[in-house]
């Protein structure tokens, strides 16, 4: 998921408008018209259109312009990288800090482009210059955060986010992360209540739902995990990961009374519908139809789920499709609840800081019009 999540701030920010002034000295008119336009096109989100315009700029501008060529390469990057062309973001971050190596955005997204191609000790080199440069900017704290995450490194990743999280309390995304590297630990309980933190500072996103139905699954209460999966669902009805999540935990719950054979038929058909070559999926709908007492049809879904899965996985898929065969669901195995952390007292809420939420630092500062 976190992957995942990466360029999809990189949009946010592009199309939030993150584009300020810079002084410019001895620029020529026309370079300087011809990035205010590119801008415009970056953050409208035309990144193609932004590219090209970029293209410009670079072929009219001299190299006694520094300030100018250095943006426009950021841009060029940042417009790349968002179009998942990661190697020629690489290469125009590369140019940009050549040119201005004390621009720690240019770092930060470099290192993103890095971690989309699972360069992580790239990526960490990139970081941990960006936090040299600006100690106190609270994004390169928790990009190397998730770094340390993708490099298994939860100690060191955890000793990161927390101070990201001390420098923005109230960046969302920050205690989504946190929650992510504790889950990485198996400190579940701990987990939730970052995940809880990320769901009351940003409401309008599922990814704290997801991840604390998950928890709330893994420690074995169903109950709470279904809710929290349901309510994500009404944020975000076409996410393919919380449409297995709940499907499987409406279909497999440990407790009868918390497991729902319609619904979960329902919620995993639309996962099908989206996911036609998983066999997650329609592992996923078999166990639903299973539950549903709609055997002939599972036994057909458990197929397609063993036509596609890797060698792996089979036999656990085996071992359900033979529990069709024989007219019987397929639900997950009892163990005791993981004990959860007493409820916090009552406290006000930090202040919502949008500004932290920006995971791939921003594009490079670039002329805007002057106010009429």
């Avoid at 970052?194 to 009351?200: F, K, M, N, V």
């Amino acid at each position: 998921m976190i992957r995942r999540l990466l360029p999809r701030f990189s949009r946010s920010l592009a199309a939030a408008g993150w584009v300020a002034a810079i002084l410019l000295g001895g620029c020529g008119e026309k370079a300087v018209d011809e990035q205010i336009r590119a801008n415009e096109l970056l953050v409208q989100g035309n990144f193609s259109a932004a590219i090209q315009a970029y293209n410009e700029v670079i072929a009219m501008t001299s190299a006694n312009e520094p300030e100018i060529l250095a943006g426009a390469y950021h841009n060029r990057g940042f417009s790349f990288y968002n179009q998942r062309q990661y190697q020629k973001a690489i290469d125009d971050y590369d140019m940009s800090i050549s040119i201005d190596d004390r621009n720690t955005d240019s770092y930060i997204n470099r290192a993103n482009a890095y971690v989309a191609l699972a360069m992580n000790d790239e990526a960490l080199a990139d970081v941990s210059k960006a936090i040299e440069l600006s100690p106190e900017y609270p994004v390169g704290h928790s990009n190397r955060a998730m770094v340390y995450y993708f490099l298994d490194r939860t100690t060191e990743a955890l000793v990161d986010i927390d101070k990201a999280v001390e420098l923005a309390p109230g960046s969302a995304l920050f205690h989504f992360y946190r929650g992510e590297i504790h889950v990485k630990a198996k400190e579940y309980a701990i987990a939730i209540a970052d995940y809880t933190s990320a769901c009351e500072l940003n409401a309008d996103v599922p990814h704290g739902l997801i991840g604390r139905g998950n928890c709330y699954a893994a420690m074995g209460y169903f109950d709470k995990a279904i809710v929290d999966f349901e309510l994500a669902l009404v944020i975000a009805p076409g996410n393919a990961e919380l449409l297995q999540a709940c499907a499987w935990a409406l279909a497999t719950a440990t407790q009868p009374g918390f497991r729902n054979g319609r619904r979960a038929v329902t919620v995993a058909t639309k996962l099908c519908e989206l996911r036609k070559k998983s066999w997650q999926a329609f592992d996923t709908l078999a166990a639903a139809q299973a539950e549903a007492g709609q055997f002939d049809k599972a036994s057909e879904a458990v197929a397609k789920a063993l036509e596609l899965a890797p060698a792996a996985e089979r036999p656990a898929v085996e071992s359900r499709a033979a529990a069709y065969a024989a007219m019987k669901p397929y639900h997950q195995p009892a163990t005791a609840k993981i004990p959860l952390l007493p409820e916090p007292p009552a406290a006000d809420k930090p202040t919502v800081d949008d500004s932290g939420d920006a995971t791939a630092g921003s594009p490079k500062k670039a002329p805007e019009k002057p106010a009429p």
